[in-house]
Structure formats: C-alpha cells, structure tokens
C-alpha cells in the first residue's frame, strides 16, 4: 500500500479559507484500509494527528500544525439501501442531498450547499434552514482511539446545537448511515435549490471563508449584533468582516491566518463590551503549532 504523505506542506490550499501554515505532515488516504494504516502509523511514532474533511470549519494560525493533518475527502463512498443512505466520511454533504433527492428522499434538502464532508458535518452536527444531521442521522461507525471499530446510535452520539461527542471522546468517523423519508425526488430537489439561491443571495460565496464565525447566541443572530456595533467590512490586513453579512469573516485575498485569528478575537471581545453578548467561534481555530 503507497501512503499519500507529504511531508512540511502548507495547509493553506486544503482549507477552505485558503490560509494557515504548514503542517508536518499532510495525508490523504484513498480508502479506509490507508486511513487505518496512517492512523496506526501515527499512534506507532506517536506523532500528534488531526482528522479533517475539507477544512470548511477549520482554521490553522500561520505556525501551522507539528503532526500529520489527514484529510478525508477521497474516502468518499456512497451506498443507499430503501430509506438508507450511507456514506463515508469524506463524502461531501453537497453529494449526499443530490443522492437522497435521486432516490426521492427528503430529510438532508437544507444540507445541501454545506461545503463540508459526512465526517466534519456529523463531528459539527452541521444545519441550515431549521435541520441538522441529527434529525436524520441513524448510526455511525468509528474508529476508537484504540482504532477498535465501534457502532455509535443517535442517543450514544449526543447531538446539540453544532456539537457531538465526538468533539469529546476521540473517536474518528468512518461512515455513517441516514434515514430519510420517502418524498417526491423533484420536490426534494426544487427545495435543495431554492436553499442554495437563499446561500448565494446572502453569503458571500465569491470569498474563501469557513461560513459562519460564530455559533448562534440564544436570542439573537451573531451577524445582527457583529452589524449593530459598525463592524461590517472591518478589516485587519487580508481578513474582512463581510460587507454581504457580518456573520462571516472573509478572506479579501493573501490574509494572513493569524490576522483572521486577530479579528474574530476583536469581533467578539467589542461586541461583548458594546452589547455584553459574548460571541463563542463556530470556527474550530488551531492557534498552537
Ligand atoms: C460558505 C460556507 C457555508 C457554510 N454553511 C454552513 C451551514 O449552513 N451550516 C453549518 O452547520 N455549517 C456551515 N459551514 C461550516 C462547515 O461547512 C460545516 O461545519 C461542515 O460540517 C464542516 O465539515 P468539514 O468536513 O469541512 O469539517 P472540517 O472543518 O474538516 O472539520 C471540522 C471538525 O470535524 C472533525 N472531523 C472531520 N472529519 C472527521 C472524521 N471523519 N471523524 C472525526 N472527526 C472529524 C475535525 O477534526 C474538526 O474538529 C459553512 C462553511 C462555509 C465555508
């Protein structure tokens, strides 16, 4: 088996807010059989690693990363059985809503336009427009930290708003299984569009970003209180609060990753002093090297 290792690479190409710096290792398995293996490499040389998909969340300050990132969007099967759709973890969730709509399946309409991967969006619990994955979510299997294969329900996931366990207990999804309700494939899909025309109406998709900075404060949109404190198109060198909606940092092209670290921390640390809301990053930020 020929392992796709690169080694001192930039991470910057691989993430979608196309910045960051280099990581030690950068690896891309072509199946779950090479991921294994890497995994176990890395447990083996005791190398510090990190599972992604497409980095559509992820951000990595400028000292980049001092282990392996393994990038799973190669690993990208998908199989549907009746009302089961199943894919892995690489499979984009764009790729997983056009699947259900062909087999006239609704449920996972509001995750299509989510630039991210089945592992990262079930990790995230990723939703849109009133879903989640939770909603339709039916099993997955992982890898234990021991690399044991394990079978996790919807209750042993522990789903809530933007999180799973598997932010807590270091498992690493291989696949995961969804159950959809049987509906009328060209209704399914006319709604996944008029979805995505509500994405480009409002997000600014022309910018690399990671969607979203932060997670919904209770009561409110983070993108209102960013606007109500004059930070729309605040801009710290390349990284931008977004003129089109100031729930999105944006990068207006060559920014540094650790000035878009810079300013999600101003965003945050002045709205909390103008309208006492404290702003918690959706953003997974990797700042130590
Ligand atoms: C333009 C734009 C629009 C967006 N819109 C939305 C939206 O509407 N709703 C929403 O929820 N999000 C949205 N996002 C954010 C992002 O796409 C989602 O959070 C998505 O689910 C992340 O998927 P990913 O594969 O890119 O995850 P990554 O960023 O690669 O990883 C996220 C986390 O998941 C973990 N992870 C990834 N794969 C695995 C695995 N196989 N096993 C274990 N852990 C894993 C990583 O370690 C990391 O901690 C948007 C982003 C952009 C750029």
């Given at each position: 088996m020929k392992l796709s290792i690169k080694e001192n690479a930039s991470l910057a190409p691989f993430c979608s807010m196309k910045a960051g710096g280099n990581a030690k290792y950068i690896c891309t398995p072509g199946s779950i059989r090479e991921l294994k293996c890497l995994l176990s490499l890395m447990k083996e040389k005791n190398e510090r690693f990190m599972v992604l998909g497409n980095a559509s969340n992820t951000l990595f300050s400028d000292e980049g990363f001092d282990g392996a990132v393994i990038f799973t969007s190669k690993i990208n099967g998908i199989i549907s059985e009746g009302r089961t759709i199943t894919a892995e973890c690489g499979a984009p969730l764009n790729a997983l809503s056009l699947q259900a709509a062909k087999n006239s399946l609704g449920g996972l309409e509001f995750a299509y336009g989510i630039p991210g991967t089945v592992g990262g969006g079930v990790f995230m619990n990723a939703g849109a427009f009133g879903g989640e994955l939770c909603d339709c979510f039916h099993t997955a299997l992982c890898f234990t930290p021991d690399l044991e294969e394990a079978t996790l329900t919807k209750e042993e996931m522990r789903f809530s708003y933007r999180k799973s366990i598997l932010s807590e207990n270091g498992y690493i999804l291989v696949n995961a299984s969804f159950l959809l309700d049987e509906g009328d494939g060209k209704a399914v899909k006319s709604k996944m569009d008029a979805f995505m025309s509500m994405r480009r109406e409002k997000q600014p998709l022309e910018y690399p970003s990671c969607g979203s900075t932060f997670k919904r404060p209770k009561g409110n949109f983070a993108g209102h209180l960013i606007e109500q404190c004059d930070l729309k198109g605040y801009s710290i060198g390349g990284a931008s609060v977004s003129e089109k909606h100031a729930g999105f940092i944006i990068n207006?092209?060559?920014?540094a990753a650790n000035d878009i670290i810079k300013l999600i921390d101003f965003v945050s640390d002045t709205v909390f002093e103008k309208t006492g809301v404290k702003l918690e990053p959706e953003i997974k930020i990797v700042r130590q090297r």
């Open positions: 207006k092209g060559g920014a």
